[in-house]
């Protein structure tokens, strides 16, 4: 199994920068792809970011040019730096990854529990 543990949300002003960190462990023998969602009060949970084992990265329209994913393979760890943020960014962020585990054959997808990001003055 493999767990993901979220780090990083908060409550920011608007304009101001948060970055979350999301650890996976467990019994990993690989992990494909890394990402973030969110889901806001009333909507449904999106993308937001998603990045390969290549490093090759994908955005949502609305923040490609304000967030930046990341991630380090050696540390299975994969970051969201947001920048810019503003009130329609306040949402729960769930890590997410694709990782193939010890003794099984193909990938499966983990979720994190959740980091609640809140912008407001």
């Known amino acids: 199994q493999v767990q993901l543990v979220e780090s990083g949300g908060g409550l920011v002003q608007p304009g101001g920068s948060l970055r979350l960190s999301c650890a996976a462990s467990g019994s990993i023998f690989s992990i494909a792809f890394m990402g973030w969602y969110r889901q806001a009060p009333g909507k449904s949970r999106e993308v937001v970011a998603r990045i ?17 994913i990341s991630r380090d393979n050696e540390k299975n760890m994969v970051y969201l730096q947001m920048n810019i943020l503003n009130p329609e960014d306040t949402a729960v962020y769930y890590c997410y990854v694709e990782a193939r585990s010890m003794g099984w054959t193909r990938y499966r997808s983990y979720w994190g529990q959740g980091t609640q990001v809140t912008v407001s003055a």
């Not at 390969?52 to 930046?68: E, H, L, P, Q, V």
């Open 52 to 68: 390969s084992s290549g490093g090759s990265t994908k955005y949502a329209d609305s923040i490609k040019t304000r967030f930046t």
